[in-house]
C-alpha cells in the first residue's frame, strides 16, 4: 500500500511550465550587461548593485507572460523601474529620510543613462 501511494505522490509532484525559448537578447540588454561587467571592473559598487537590479527585474519578466524580446520593451521596463524609483522617493522625503531619497536620485541617474535621448 505504502508503494503505491509513493507512486502516486510522485507522479503528482511532477509539474511542466512552458517559457519563452528565445535566446537573442535584445541590442539594449547586452549593453546594459557589458555596463555591468564595466562597473564591476572599475568596483563601482553603486552602478554594478542598480544594473543587477535592473537584470534581474528583465529575468523576472521573462518568466512572466511577456517576456522581453525586443528594445522598446527594455525601454518600458526601465521607464517603469524609474517610476518606482521616483515614488519611493516621494515616501522617502515624506518620511524625513534624506539618505535613502538620495540613493535612489543616485540609481534613478543611472538608469536613466540607458534610455534613448527623446524618451
Request: charged residues 35%; glycine residues 0%; positive net charge.
Given at each position: 500500500m505504502q508503494s503505491l501511494l509513493r507512486t502516486r505522490l510522485y507522479s503528482i509532484s511532477f509539474k511542466?511550465?512552458?517559457f519563452a525559448t528565445n535566446n537573442v537578447m535584445p541590442a539594449l540588454q547586452s549593453e546594459i550587461r557589458k555596463k555591468l561587467m564595466e562597473s564591476?571592473?572599475?568596483k563601482d559598487k553603486k552602478q554594478s548593485s542598480t544594473i543587477k537590479l535592473f537584470l534581474s527585474e528583465i529575468e523576472i519578466?521573462?518568466?512572466s507572460n511577456r517576456p522581453v524580446t525586443n528594445d522598446s520593451e527594455v525601454i518600458r521596463l526601465?521607464?517603469?523601474s524609474i517610476k518606482k524609483k521616483k515614488q519611493a522617493i516621494e515616501q522617502?522625503?515624506?518620511a524625513n529620510r534624506t539618505d535613502l531619497s538620495d540613493k535612489e536620485k543616485v540609481e534613478i541617474e543611472i538608469l536613466q543613462k540607458f534610455?534613448?535621448?527623446d524618451s
Open positions: 511542466y511550465r512552458s564591476m571592473r572599475n519578466a521573462n518568466k526601465l521607464k517603469k522617502f522625503l515624506s534610455l534613448p535621448r
